[in-house]
C-alpha cells in the first residue's frame, strides 16, 4: 500500500492542518481510530441496542480525522436513511483502507529519509 492506493475516503491534508502538521499526534490519532474501530464494527448491526450511539460515535472521530464520507454516511444512518448501515460499513471500511496506506507510505517516508 501507498499514497497511490488513497480513494478520498480521507481528507489527510485537513489531519495535517489539524495536527499542526505533528506526526506523533497524527500517528496517535490513527492509532486510536483503528483501534477503536474494530470496537464500532461489532456495534454495526440495526438489530442490537446501540447501533444509534456507535454510529454517532464514528461520527464525530471520522470528521475530527478528515473521514467526512464515514461521517456523512453515519449522519444518514442516525436519521433512518441507511436501516442496514451497510453504507456506515462500506465508508468505514473505505476510511481504514485509506488510513493503511497513509500509515505505510509514512513509514516508507521515514526509511528514506536519512538520519542526522
Known sequence: MARRDLTGAVDFAYLERFAAGDAQVID?????FR??????????????????DAAHTIKGAARGIGAFSLGEACERAEGGGDPTLDGVRDALDAALSDIAAYVH????????TPRS
Not at 496517535?28 to 486510536?32: K, Q, Y
Not at 507510505?105 to 528514506?112: D, G, N, T, V
Open 35 to 52: 483501534e477503536q474501530a474494530v470496537l464500532w464494527s461489532g456495534l454495526l448491526d440495526p438489530g442490537r441496542d446501540g447501533w444509534r
Open 28 to 32: 496517535e490519532v490513527l492509532g486510536l
Open 105 to 112: 507510505e509514512r513509514a516508507l517516508q521515514s526509511l528514506r
